[in-house]
């Protein structure tokens, strides 16, 4: 498994690519979907499969061009709520919506390309929001865990009890992880465990 980190959109967002053998997972396309399509090139591989932890724009703004091409997209509900979402950020978000291919929910695992994703539902930031574990190694967590900070959720539908509810849930998980999230740097959850101001 190679993992590839492509910073890009106005927010910074942190867009994943896990490659092997050829084939490529993208976690979270920004808006630069040439990018990350040539990212995969670069490795030999094409992008098979999207994985979207939540669906503010700059999550999801390379989605649709990634799914014309091809590739199969997992998201939760929140893709019925891309318009209330995301209007304080772009007004008319119809451009943003898709359909995802499956809508997974809480509990799932996803097995692609030799590797398993369990779907696990982290709302607050949004109210659908998910965490992706790979491989019971590593937490995709969009933007509901950042290193020594937790999402936002001042914005349309946020909600904060939740969220902190949310992080003590992936706090009390069994063991350390590391952590990839959705802006900044990546961090385990044994240091966010221990360090994070936010959750006490």
Do not use: W
Not at 114 to 121: A, L, Q
Not at 164 to 171: D, N, R, S
């Amino acid at each position: 498994m190679k993992i590839i980190t492509h910073v890009n959109g106005i927010c910074g967002t942190n867009t994943y690519l896990i490659i092997d053998d050829g084939k490529a997972v993208a976690i979270d396309p920004a808006d630069d979907a040439d990018g990350i399509l040539q990212i995969a090139k670069s490795h030999n591989a094409s992008v098979t499969d999207v994985l979207v932890t939540h669906a503010h724009f700059d999550h999801i703004g390379a989605l649709r061009e990634l799914k014309a091409q091809g590739a199969r997209v997992y998201a939760s509900e929140d893709y019925k709520l891309v318009d209330e979402l995301n209007a304080m950020f772009v007004g008319d978000a119809s451009g943003l919506r898709f359909t995802p291919d499956v809508t997974v929910r809480d509990g799932d695992v996803i097995e692609i390309n030799g590797h398993s994703f369990e779907v696990i539902s982290t709302p607050g930031h949004t109210p659908h929001g998910v965490c992706f574990v790979t491989d019971g190694e590593k937490i995709f967590t969009g933007d509901t865990l950042f290193r020594l900070s937790i999402g936002r959720t001042d914005f349309t539908l946020g909600n904060k009890p939740e969220l902190i509810k949310t992080v003590k849930m992936l706090f009390a998980l069994d063991g350390d992880y590391e952590v990839f999230p959705g802006h900044g740097e990546p961090t385990t959850l044994d240091y966010e465990r221990k360090n994070n101001p936010y959750v006490g």
